[in-house]
């Protein structure tokens, strides 16, 4: 399952994400991870949250990001719930197709693993493809 939080810069993407976060740390018995592009909500997140600065791994790509959730995965089998924070800017990229199958792949990923997924976007909502609409 795939949720996705997309509107422009300022609207309070971030702070409606770290509210999210902090619930599912109480409310769920598996691990809640939250990916931010650069560390800076560490002292907003719940201390039982993992936490992960994507700046500090990389990720430069859609296809690296896939192979970093895929190793989060194999190295934790408990893993009920990752959040994103700004999907793109972390990776470097505009909303595009390739956002597009990034998605796809998180909800493939997350309905074989039950593992919910949240992602925000920096974007208006209007730049979302049509097959991104399904995940708004």
């Not at 592009?37 to 560490?42: E, L």
């Not at 597009?100 to 693993?113: P, Y």
Request: glycine share 8%.
């Amino acid at each position: 399952m795939v949720r996705l939080i997309m509107s422009g810069k300022g609207s309070g993407k971030t702070k409606q994400l770290i509210e999210m976060v902090n619930v599912a740390a109480k409310e769920e018995s598996g691990c809640v991870i939250c990916i931010e592009p650069t560390r800076n909500m560490t002292y907003n997140i719940h201390n039982q949250v993992r936490l992960i600065d994507a700046e500090e791994y990389k990720l430069s790509s859609y296809e690296v990001f896939r192979g970093f959730i895929s190793g989060l995965y194999a190295g934790n089998y408990d893993i009920s719930h990752v959040f994103v924070d700004n999907v793109c800017k972390t990776v470097g990229r505009d909303v595009d197709s390739e956002t597009e199958a990034f998605l796809n792949w998180l909800d493939a990923f997350g309905e074989k693993n039950n593992i919910k997924f949240t992602v925000t976007i920096s974007a208006d909502a209007e730049a979302a493809t049509d097959g991104m609409q399904k995940y708004l």
